[in-house]
């Protein structure tokens, strides 16, 4: 069998001749960027081939000039014999931006932090999960009644702990722990959400542990996974982890997973690897704060409406079919490692509910981060990402909708595009004197290719600086040598050769402003549809709350320019960092505000775009920038007239607005 090395991370594997790289490289645990999920269309997963041959690995995606010096594409190629292959810079993935990127300092004010001072002032601090100290005298010949009958007394009689259901996993530790300290111990009760209900006994440790009671909040996302580990007696959240979702590897989006879920073995492999991210990212919270996972009582986990039921093992191909129907809205409470999460099995599992195939459990739980559906304010809440997802309304009332926006904002379908990984173009500004850019990338790196936000910048400052027009093609009347015929079309050198690690030029093409175009139209077209379909406007909303790891790295003004937000004043704006996260972090803290979920979901009413007719003719008229209609972005439209008659002067005659 042909032995692979992966370099530079040295791992070996020996796989059946005629193997896939790509599908190898997915079984060894390594990591190569693959946005079409392995269909040869992204040209993302560029490998170097150092010693060894592989049959295949080249496309049109493939330049032959990088053939010629070893470039394979991974999904292309086929395994005969034995090979050392590297990873280069740009098909690898860096975890560790997510836990250490600040937010941009344009991207709106953020949302107070709703934690545990806040539930107190309200009187809402009350987690779910308690922890009871009791000293049992021990069994003799003249009291010999069972371990779990003389708990359940002293439980009564020192606490007045009356009426106790028991979990099962709790029985088959009880007789060990309760006798290691001389029978003092310390039990865990589950409260339930109403009062008519018992408490649930559910965990034992030996001694006095009343202080180590802890809970893991947790956002299944389709390109993260994030997870906070909570004190359940201080409520401080102990510390936070992000990891990207090893699912990206089958595909970037979630079509794409539902699809290889839909093949032999699909669904058992999405959700090893997803649990199997998790996994990580519980063993890393516990590592930093040096808490015993045997401390850990209680998840509570949120994740759109795929990534739940992948991460469940429940099949969700009916959710891309019409009438797009899920299994489920609502799921049962179950033990978290019966599904293979590294926890203790005593560990309980809350799982958010969803309102419909596109708007899941995330959604809900940002909802409720946000506080939007306990105030008056009329709030539009936009959760942007690859499926964006839309909310609008208030105390009284909610009603959201959902879009599929691609993979633009992640840097997916853009020639260079890429996460917010080290070496990310992230900020892009152009001289108005010598029409010269200047690149800001994340970690102050040489460039390695341009991210969601850095997109959305650099679209927004061609436009402006009239380097590409309304249709976002560019101007080829200029005497600018970065703007020249590419394979593809037009394109815009961001940085040259060497000025960047792949020692490539990176560039925009006319065809990824197209998507990021449609991207943008595609949010847009959802807020102007629900907007309409409950009476509303624009104008009306007295705030805009943004949601996401893509939202907290956006230039608010830039993405007013390119029409993906609509033009409202700035101090309208503001951002709730991961809501999903935030909402899980909640109810963990607060079983008052875990019967708030249920009132959430019944409150909101579900737009399916698809069948609004309104929505195309919003879209296409979204298919400019910012808009067909300049009545939408008055101060923008304004705002370009006058940069372009500057920039003009310098660099050639004015762009028609």
Not at 304 to 310: A, E, F, I
Not at 365 to 389: A, F, K, Q
Request: proline share 5%.
């Amino acid at each position: 069998m042909p032995q692979i090395t992966f370099l530079p991370s040295q791992i070996s594997i020996e796989v059946e001749k005629g193997e896939n790289l790509l599908r190898a490289a997915m079984l060894a645990g390594v990591h190569i960027n693959a946005s079409c999920g392995g269909q040869g269309v992204c040209g993302k997963c560029r490998v170097i081939i150092e010693s060894g041959a592989v049959e295949g690995g080249t496309s049109e995606r493939l330049e032959d000039e990088d053939f010629n010096k070893g470039y394979r594409l991974a999904c292309k190629s086929m395994v005969t014999e034995d090979i050392q292959v590297r990873i280069p810079s740009e098909s690898q993935i860096d975890n560790k931006v997510l836990n250490i990127q600040k937010p941009s300092p344009k991207a709106g004010l953020m949302i107070p932090d709703l934690g545990a001072a806040w539930l107190r002032e309200r009187d809402l601090f009350s987690p779910p999960l308690e922890t009871r100290y009791v000293e049992c005298e021990p069994p003799s010949s003249t009291n010999n009644e069972d371990d779990l009958t003389r708990l359940l007394r002293h439980l009564r009689d020192q606490h007045d702990e009356r009426q106790l259901d028991v979990d099962f996993m709790m029985l088959r530790k009880l007789s060990e722990e309760i006798r290691k300290e001389d029978f003092k111990a310390t039990v865990t009760l589950r409260r339930p959400v109403r009062s008519t209900n018992r408490s649930t006994l559910i965990n034992i440790q030996a001694g006095d542990q009343r202080r180590s009671n802890y809970a893991l909040a947790v956002d299944i996302g389709t390109t993260t996974v994030y997870a906070e580990l909570i004190s359940l007696e201080s409520g401080a959240v102990l510390a936070e982890q992000g990891e990207y979702n090893a699912q990206i590897g089958y595909g970037e989006d979630v079509i794409s997973r539902i699809m290889y879920a839909a093949k032999p073995g699909g669904l058992a492999k999405m959700q090893e690897v997803v649990v199997g991210t998790l996994n990580n990212v519980i063993k890393e919270l516990t590592r930093r704060t040096k808490v015993d996972p045997e401390a850990i009582s209680h998840m509570t986990l949120a994740g759109n409406t795929t990534m739940t039921q992948l991460i469940l093992a429940i099949n969700p191909k009916y959710v891309r079919l019409s009438p797009y129907v899920p299994t489920a809205s609502y799921y049962p409470s179950l033990h978290a490692a019966s599904l293979g999460i590294q926890v203790p099995p005593h560990v309980s599992m809350l799982v958010f509910p969803c309102v419909a195939s596109y708007v899941g459990g995330d959604i809900v739980s940002g909802v409720m981060g946000s506080g939007m559906y306990r105030e008056d304010p009329l709030t539009l809440y936009i959760d942007l990402g690859t499926n964006g997802e839309i909310v609008v309304g208030n105390k009284d009332w909610l009603a959201c909708a959902a879009c599929s926006a691609g993979p633009a904002f992640e840097g997916g379908g853009i020639e260079h595009g890429m996460r917010a990984t080290r070496g990310a173009i992230e900020d892009f500004s152009i001289s108005p004197v010598t029409c010269e850019p200047m690149v800001m990338t994340v970690g102050l790196a040489k460039a390695k290719g341009i991210c969601g936000s850095g997109i959305i910048n650099t679209v927004a400052a061609l436009f402006e600086a009239g380097l590409i027009d309304e249709r976002g093609k560019f101007r080829t009347d200029l005497n600018l040598d970065r703007i020249r015929e590419g394979r593809s079309g037009m394109e815009y050198v961001l940085a040259w050769a060497d000025d960047t690690q792949i020692g490539r030029d990176i560039y925009l093409t006319e065809v990824d402003v197209d998507n990021l175009i449609r991207a943008k139209g595609a949010m847009f077209a959802g807020y102007m549809t629900l907007l309409e379909g409950v009476g509303l406007s624009i104008q009306d909303l007295d705030r805009v709350i943004i949601a996401g790891g893509f939202g907290r790295y956006i230039n608010l003004e830039k993405a007013i320019i390119v029409g993906l937000l609509p033009e409202l004043p700035l101090d309208k704006f503001s951002f709730v960092g991961n809501g999903s996260l935030l909402g899980a972090r909640m109810i963990s803290l607060s079983n008052p505000m875990r019967a708030d979920v249920g009132e959430i979901v019944s409150k909101m009413t579900n737009f399916e775009l698809s069948e609004v007719p309104t929505y195309m003719d919003y879209y296409m008229g979204s298919l400019f920038l910012p808009h067909t209609d300049k009545g939408h972005f008055p101060v923008v439209t304004e705002r370009i007239r006058q940069m372009h008659e500057l920039v003009g002067r310098v660099c050639g005659e004015p762009a028609r607005t």
